[in-house]
């Protein structure tokens, strides 16, 4: 139980063309969704929080009009990165708790690697 | 947010325990200590979880010190399977910040 379906796994596309990226709980409700980016040999950082039906929380220096995140159903949030360029070549990984609990574990997406050429 | 700290990286023999300690001193009382690892190009993946007991799973076990302030996971017989890395994360004000994480390898 607990799965957590990411999509796509991959994309490449070109410099000033925007990618969404779903996120999807597939076998439970998540009020609360997490984004991640991770570049190579580095840690996770945690880049918002999306909360169903509200608008998203975003972390410190991440910009909210290139990052547009929306979390319309309790199974599906999606992450769309507008007007890429090549420094926003990631790895973005989501995350979903069951019923946005503290004490609940975190379950991944098998992450999306963009490359923006 | 409270932060966690973890050496960089570890070895093991395989067949071997291995105890991946993690101190977290800025902890609060509501903090659960969380447990992720990481394959490479892969989402991470749960282990396990806790808050004051020790606690037991298929996977692992968790030993959190009386004072909160430091805890240690526990792989009992390590494979080439559990080579990864490991991050260890507070949760609280429903956030889940990473730390840098413990690159685990194990030697056959």
């Known amino acids: 139980g607990a799965v957590v379906s990411q999509h796509p796994s991959w994309v490449i596309c070109k410099s000033g063309t925007s990618v969404k990226i779903e996120c999807r709980s597939l076998?439970?409700?998540?009020?609360?969704m997490f984004w991640y980016r991770q570049f190579p040999k580095q840690s996770l950082m945690l880049m918002a929080t999306?909360?169903?039906?509200?608008?998203?929380?975003?972390e410190q220096g991440v910009e909210k009009d290139k990052f547009l995140i929306n979390h319309a159903s309790l199974t599906l949030s999606t992450l769309t990165v507008t007007s890429a360029h090549p420094e926003d070549s990631s790895f973005y990984i989501c995350?979903?708790?069951?019923?946005?609990?503290?004490?609940?574990?975190?379950?991944f997406g098998n992450g999306t690697r963009l490359t923006v050429t | 947010d409270a932060k966690t700290t973890q050496p960089n990286s570890m070895e093991s023999n395989e067949e071997e325990p291995v105890h991946l300690p993690c101190n977290h001193s800025t902890i609060s009382g509501t903090d659960y200590i969380h447990w992720y690892r990481q394959l490479p190009s892969q989402g991470p993946e749960y282990v396990i979880h806790g808050l004051t007991s020790n606690v037991n799973n298929r996977m692992a076990s968790l030993a959190i010190a009386e004072d909160r302030k430091s805890s240690t996971l526990i792989l009992h017989r390590a494979t080439l399977r559990d080579a990864a890395v490991y991050y260890c994360?507070?949760?609280?004000?429903?956030?889940?910040?990473f730390g840098t994480g413990t690159r685990l390898k194990v030697l056959a």
């Open positions: 076998d439970f409700q998540a009020t609360t």
């Open positions: 994360i507070l949760s609280g004000g429903y956030k889940y910040i």
């Open positions: 999306s909360n169903e039906g509200s608008k998203a929380t975003y």
């Open positions: 995350s979903a708790t069951l019923q946005g609990l503290d004490n609940s574990p975190l379950h």
